[in-house]
């Protein structure tokens, strides 16, 4: 990449850190009007959480807030301007959501809950959700939930069009470059990393599981984000899989979903972990393979593949966009939890909003969301 040939002093309007899909969504909206870098530390952007998620789009899943990101997402992951991608972002998939027989009232309360963002998820009877998805132990459905309109993400082809398209508009991006340490003075930010030294009046804390470690760096304090490990792992498919939708259970102790040609489950884990390049557990491997033997007809002869990565998740749940209300120039772009692919482009326009205009864009405030609510402020 050209950005390896690096001067090694630098001035630029807005620093990021981390090419995440955080990242590079935020340089692709801020691009068009202001000067970007992007430093990360792997010599691949998308080597930590955005190159382990499962790859779905729902308006169902997460707080209000979330699903509002969601919902605001969609328009642009749906229709990309032209040249983004080769191919749609977003592709049919559907989720299932079953339950015990117990469950029926509370799922009742969240159909009418999801309606606001999903107006599509209606309630199947057991008998319409196990013809849908055949394996399904039908002692295990006692209730059920369609949210037709929920997508597979190309999470590849997403991050690759946000951070070809910054490319396009200017930005360098410089990988193999951990930021070290961040001081600022006379108004200016300096970033020292081993690829060079660069500067610029405002930082983006786009850094993932390492968010928390990066404010520190630069003297803050941190919001007290957790990363949470989940795991992944890929079986040969059943026959005729490819047209089911993602099953997932209404506590969600488990999921499972077709992916090219195979299958993904998951535990649903969320065990508390240091930020690290995460690596699946043996324990969690077998939980996955227990829970989806006992929900479907199937067993499990061979794991094809494994992996695990981390969900980052602030105090309350909700993802975090603003300035730091103690720090001048420190935007955290950060919390982005087990949403954070199908979130990017509100949020990486809501970054680009807040540090250009001071403000949301209209349209994503019409979906009810406030700077307010994502702002770091409510942590300090
Ligand atoms: C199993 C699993 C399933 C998931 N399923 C979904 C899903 O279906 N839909 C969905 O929307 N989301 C899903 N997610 C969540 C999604 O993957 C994350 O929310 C998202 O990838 C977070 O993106 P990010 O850019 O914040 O973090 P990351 O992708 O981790 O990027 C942060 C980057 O910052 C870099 N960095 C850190 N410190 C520094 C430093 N000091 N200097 C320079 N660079 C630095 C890191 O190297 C990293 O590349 C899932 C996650 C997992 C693990």
Redesign the pocket.
Known sequence: MQESALAIHSTFDIAV????????AAAYFLGARARVLV????SQ??????????????ETYGLASTRALTAASRSFLASPPAGFAEHPILTPRGVLLIGQEADRRAMAAQIDAFRSYAPGVRRLEPSEALAMVPILNAARVGCAMLEPDAKD?DTHALHSGYLRGSRAQGATIVLD????SIARSAGVWRLT?RAGTFEAPIVVD?????AD??AQ?AGLAVLGLVPKR???VIIDAAANAAAWPMVMDLQETFYFKPDAGRLLL?PADETPSP?VD?QPEELDIALAVERFEQSTSLSVARIVSK??????FAPDKALVAGFDPCTDGFFW??G?????????AAMGRIAAGLILDGALPADIASFGISAAELSPGRFR
């Open positions: 850190i981390g090419a995440g899909i955080a990242g590079a430093l990360e530390q792997e952007p998308g080597y930590h959480s955005t190159g382990r998620s499962a790859a779905l789009f729902t993400i470059a951990e930021v070290e990393s786009a850094a993932g599981a390492w470690a990066v760096r989940r795991t992944a998951s930020p995460a992996w695990a990565g981390l969900r980052v772009l950060a982005q939890g087990g949403y954070g692919i199908q979130t990017s």
